[in-house]
């Protein structure tokens, strides 16, 4: 029997079973991560891919290393923007590294997103992805002594756990502080959810461009949304039926804007001719809403790509360290000076 598969086809798995000595099974396990076996059978395995030219270079280095070359990232809701923007930059970290991702959905949810993470672990990546999410810090840090984690919105700086947060408080400050300088002086605002941090430091934001500019926080003028368009539009609507006066809206991120535009334009109501509005994000949409929405920038694909690098040096031993763009204002054309 040939030691090698003919020229007439690459490499298959029972080539390489057949060269290694080992059954289909035995390399197939080695590959996805899973198999306990002797150093012998690994070596034999691996020295057969080598010979065979049966997966990269980068995959028989990274099994020879005991790792799957695999990486977990968890998100909170896939058919947002906000995340797609993030994973464009995770997968440009991943580009020529030989690792490939399995993506998994938390949805905001403390123990849908463990049970993922375990998940993950189960099925041997190198390391986790934990964008957002509703897990405490200490449960993060658990999960850490399993495989490393790098998460964004919190602040962690562990040997196997890191954490990039931005400054949302500041960056609802620049949104409100820009309306106050228009002249604005009634400015509501839709938050996100409650218990959420980054909707408590953006809601912090915002009082203090207010009290900065010796305005009254009026509460009748903050309503609570939950960061999709449906509670943008509804939170606009709960305004307008309690009668409330206001010539500017800010909302606690873009798609809040986008719901909260929509309810505006079917009241009649012009922006900004008649009432300013600001979101927060800078979703690729928000430069073509009508009119182009002025908004926070978030520097969404910077931080997958940064968060993937840190990850990977993380993985290698390495010491890992990243810094996130700052956040910007960004003035298009749902702003004026008020009238």
Partial sequence: MADHPSPAGPSTLMDVARQAGVSPSTVSRILNGTAKVSDDKREAVLAAIAKMNFAPNQMAQGLKKGRSLTIGIVVQDISSPFFDETLRGVDDGLKG?????????????????????????????DGIILLSGRISDETVLGFSSQRPIVSTGRALQTRTALGFKINNEYGAYLAVRHLIELGHRRIAFISGPANNMDADERLAGYRRALEEANIDADPHLIVEGNYHEASGMMAMNRLFDTHQQFTAVFAANDLSAYGARLALYRKGIRVPDDISLVGFDDLPGSSYTTPPLTTIRQPLYDIGRIATHALLRVINGEDAQGEIPPLELIVRETTRRVR
Avoid: F, P, Q
Avoid at 100 to 122: C, F, K, P, Q, Y
């Fill in 97 to 125: 590294t030989g690792y490939a991702s399995v993506i998994v959905s938390g949805h905001w949810n403390a123990d849908e997103e463990a049970e993922r993470i375990r998940l993950l672990l189960a099925r041997k990546v």
